[in-house]
């Protein structure tokens, strides 16, 4: 064996140990994030819809549930999913969603790891609880529309017509953004035990977990 | 993992990969704002013009012109919805709003990020990347993510044809429509991605302390022109949200 090939594989040896993030996870991370942001943008065109305007994160954390408890069983160590979380806000943030997104995925993103790490990356229950806390921070896309009320909602008059408009001044309060934590929360945990068993039907036995 | 895609040889505009990021930055700043002023508005005309002149550079006359009509297309559609011929509550009238509202503030940045995406290697955007000293962790996920729009596509449309074959279609059964995508397709990019740290592996991307590129970066006479353009027009935004 030569000698460079002898310190790549201590390198990756010592990183691994370390809980040193080594250049295969952040490939993962990289592919996840893909995934991620393409089932969240064909969710939130969904938005369209007044009502959908209010409820896109409830249908991203349904859906996302298979992408991510895949991911979340292959993350081991701390930080992946807070990068995971802030990429995905960054890029929704280049793609109009508010800038507000990236601090909440940045501060959710570390508690779903924090919650991950607590069951030493072999919990279910906990890699569920940690999916439901990272499916939340898709509200801190749409904070603005609650802090801003009726005068953010009156912005799109122009562009997404009158009909929008009304429709949307009538859902924006802060009870209903306590309605939407909880709708997202309940669909991440259905979304979360599909990934479960979708895990179980399909990947274990295509032996990619 | 050589190229994003291949990029014209003989294009006049050789950007440095640092001054396309900061273009398409600004660019999608300014586009995706709703503020009305008449400063910002002439801006965004600029930006359009500014992202055609790109795609006319790489040679991609056919992309231009349809880029061009579409985007004409919708500016006339805006044009009569506020004229109030049609009404904005009528179902036509809500369809359209929305085509011309996705086009006006998503194909410009669409565009600029195709550009950008087209005219980069991944080794030069690491290369960028590591000057301007973002670590590891942030260059090694993004430029996958750069790399893997495109992918994705080709995949998923080799498993929508397969699923054709087999008459597995999302309108008769939604929930294993869903599923003999989804799983195919996370199937196949987990082992893309696998493939993906192998090739990092023997280029040395696993490996501590700086690397060294082949890539030349740096800037040239052009770079310092964009970004006067880029400066100025931060100006002009900015005077034009204070101004509203």
Same mark, same amino acid.
């Given at each position: 064996m030569s000698t460079a090939v002898k310190e790549l594989k201590m390198n990756t040896a010592v990183a691994e140990e370390n809980g040193k993030m080594t250049v295969k996870d952040l490939i993962t991370i990289g592919i996840f994030t893909v995934l991620y942001f393409v089932i969240f943008f064909i969710s939130a065109m969904t938005g369209m819809v007044p009502i959908m305007a209010i409820f896109y994160p409830a249908l991203i954390a349904?859906?996302?549930?298979?992408?991510?408890?895949?991911?979340?069983?292959?993350?081991?160590?701390?930080?992946?999913?807070?990068?995971?979380?802030?990429?995905?806000?960054?890029?929704?943030?280049?793609?109009?969603?508010?800038?507000?997104?990236?601090?909440?995925?940045?501060?959710?993103?570390?508690?779903?790891?924090?919650?991950?790490?607590?069951?030493?990356?072999?919990?279910?229950?906990?890699?569920?609880?940690?999916?439901?806390?990272?499916?939340?921070?898709?509200?801190?896309?749409?904070l603005p529309m609650f802090i801003g009320g009726n005068a953010y909602a009156e912005a799109f008059r122009e562009t997404q017509g009158d009909a929008f408009v009304d429709e949307l001044e009538k859902l924006i309060s802060w009870g209903m953004c306590g309605i939407v934590i909880v709708t997202t929360l309940v669909a991440a945990i259905i979304g979360a035990l599909i990934g479960k068993a979708v895990l179980r039907k399909h990947f274990e036995r295509a032996g990619i977990v | 993992m050589n190229r994003f895609e291949s990029g014209n040889e003989d294009a006049v505009i050789n950007f440095d990969p640092r001054t396309k990021l900061m273009l398409l930055l600004i660019i999608n700043t300014v586009i995706i704002s709703d503020s009305k002023s008449p400063l910002i508005s002439g801006l965004k005309i600029v930006f359009v013009i500014l992202v055609l002149f790109f795609l006319i550079d790489m040679?991609?006359?056919?992309?231009?012109?349809?880029?061009?009509?579409?985007?004409?297309?919708?500016?006339?559609?805006?044009?009569?919805?506020?004229?109030?011929?049609?009404?904005?509550?009528?179902?036509?009238?809500?369809?359209?709003?929305?085509?011309?509202?996705?086009?006006?503030? #998503?194909?410009?940045?669409? #565009?600029?990020?195709?550009?950008v995406l087209h005219t980069t290697k991944v080794s030069e955007f690491i290369a960028a990347m590591q000057k301007m000293h973002f670590p590891q962790t942030i260059t090694i996920p993004f430029a996958i993510i750069f790399r893997f729009f495109p992918t994705?596509?080709?995949?998923?449309?080799?498993?929508?044809?397969?699923?054709?074959?087999?008459?597995?279609?999302?309108?008769?059964?939604?929930?294993?429509?869903?599923?003999?995508? #989804?799983?195919?397709?996370?199937?196949?990019?987990?082992?893309?991605?696998?493939?993906?740290?192998?090739?990092?592996?023997?280029?040395?991307?696993?490996?501590?302390?700086?690397?060294?590129?082949?890539?030349?970066?740096?800037?040239?006479?052009?770079?310092?022109?964009?970004?006067?353009?880029?400066?100025?027009?931060?100006?002009?935004?900015?005077?034009?949200?204070?101004?509203?």
């Amino acid at each position: 064996m030569s000698t460079a090939v002898k310190e790549l594989k201590m390198n990756t040896a010592v990183a691994e140990e370390n809980g040193k993030m080594t250049v295969k996870d952040l490939i993962t991370i990289g592919i996840f994030t893909v995934l991620y942001f393409v089932i969240f943008f064909i969710s939130a065109m969904t938005g369209m819809v007044p009502i959908m305007a209010i409820f896109y994160p409830a249908l991203i954390a349904f859906l996302a549930g298979i992408p991510c408890i895949l991911f979340f069983t292959k993350v081991k160590k701390f930080g992946m999913v807070t990068i995971m979380a802030t990429l995905s806000a960054v890029l929704l943030a280049l793609m109009g969603y508010g800038y507000m997104g990236i601090i909440t995925g940045l501060i959710l993103g570390l508690i779903a790891d924090l919650i991950l790490k607590s069951g030493q990356y072999k919990s279910s229950v906990k890699m569920i609880i940690s999916y439901v806390v990272f499916s939340e921070w898709v509200i801190g896309t749409q904070l603005p529309m609650f802090i801003g009320g009726n005068a953010y909602a009156e912005a799109f008059r122009e562009t997404q017509g009158d009909a929008f408009v009304d429709e949307l001044e009538k859902l924006i309060s802060w009870g209903m953004c306590g309605i939407v934590i909880v709708t997202t929360l309940v669909a991440a945990i259905i979304g979360a035990l599909i990934g479960k068993a979708v895990l179980r039907k399909h990947f274990e036995r295509a032996g990619i977990v | 993992m050589n190229r994003f895609e291949s990029g014209n040889e003989d294009a006049v505009i050789n950007f440095d990969p640092r001054t396309k990021l900061m273009l398409l930055l600004i660019i999608n700043t300014v586009i995706i704002s709703d503020s009305k002023s008449p400063l910002i508005s002439g801006l965004k005309i600029v930006f359009v013009i500014l992202v055609l002149f790109f795609l006319i550079d790489m040679k991609k006359i056919k992309m231009s012109v349809i880029y061009v009509s579409i985007y004409l297309l919708a500016v006339v559609g805006d044009y009569i919805l506020v004229s109030g011929s049609i009404s904005g509550i009528s179902a036509g009238g809500l369809i359209l709003r929305i085509v011309v509202y996705l086009v006006e503030r #998503m194909l410009p940045n669409m #565009m600029m990020a195709w550009f950008v995406l087209h005219t980069t290697k991944v080794s030069e955007f690491i290369a960028a990347m590591q000057k301007m000293h973002f670590p590891q962790t942030i260059t090694i996920p993004f430029a996958i993510i750069f790399r893997f729009f495109p992918t994705l596509a080709d995949e998923y449309s080799s498993i929508q044809d397969a699923m054709k074959m087999r008459n597995i279609s999302l309108k008769t059964n939604v929930i294993s429509g869903i599923e003999y995508r #989804m799983v195919p397709l996370i199937v196949s990019v987990t082992k893309i991605g696998d493939e993906l740290s192998a090739a990092a592996m023997t280029r040395g991307l696993t490996t501590e302390g700086n690397r060294t590129s082949y890539c030349k970066i740096g800037f040239s006479l052009q770079d310092y022109a964009a970004f006067t353009v880029i400066a100025i027009s931060i100006m002009f935004f900015v005077i034009g949200l204070i101004r509203g």
